[in-house]
């Protein structure tokens, strides 16, 4: 059993699956319930008419899209690529611009760092 802080609360706790606390996950649980409920009855919404609706920050909102824990519909258009702007259902950016920084990494730097970013981020791709 493994044991650490929850990096949202600073409470001690046995990790299972996640890296939040049992307490965290069950209020991050209930906040996602919140955002598709709303979206449920505002099909056209935006982040900020979520964030005005529920209350829930704008930041919070993002992350839990990136991660592909909030599931919209497919082009809601709330994540858009960091590169182009194109309406994306998670992470950071959207196919293309994957493959072409993928690209632009691998043959700038062809040893360590940079390449662990990429992996990193395919591997966030992948859940
Ligand atoms: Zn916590
Ligand atoms: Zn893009």
Same mark, same amino acid.
């Given at each position: 059993?493994?044991?650490? $802080?929850?990096?949202?609360?600073?409470?001690?706790?046995?990790?299972?699956?996640?890296? @939040?606390?049992?307490?965290?996950?069950?209020?991050?649980?209930?906040?996602?319930?919140?955002?598709?409920?709303?979206?449920?009855? $505002?099909?056209?919404?935006?982040?900020?008419?979520? $964030? /005005?609706?529920?209350?829930?920050?704008?930041?919070?909102?993002?992350?839990?899209?990136?991660?592909?824990? @909030?599931?919209?519909?497919? $082009?809601?258009?709330? @994540?858009?690529?960091?590169?182009?702007?194109?309406?994306?259902?998670?992470?950071?950016?959207?196919? /293309?611009?994957?493959?072409?920084?993928?690209?632009?990494?691998?043959?700038?730097?062809?040893?360590?760092?940079?390449?662990?970013?990429?992996?990193?981020?395919?591997?966030?791709?992948?859940?």
């Amino acid at each position: 059993m493994e044991l650490r $802080n929850c990096p949202q609360c600073g409470k001690v706790f046995a990790r299972i699956s996640r890296d @939040l606390c049992p307490d965290c996950i069950a209020q991050e649980d209930k906040i996602i319930k919140q955002i598709q409920q709303y979206l449920d009855e $505002n099909t056209n919404a935006t982040i900020s008419d979520i $964030n /005005e609706g529920t209350g829930i920050p704008v930041d919070k909102i993002i992350v839990l899209l990136q991660e592909g824990r @909030l599931i919209t519909r497919e $082009n809601s258009g709330l @994540l858009k690529c960091e590169r182009c702007g194109k309406p994306i259902p998670r992470g950071r950016f959207c196919g /293309e611009c994957g493959k072409t920084l993928a690209r632009l990494l691998s043959s700038s730097q062809e040893d360590s760092g940079p390449k662990v970013y990429v992996r990193e981020y395919h591997r966030k791709l992948k859940r």
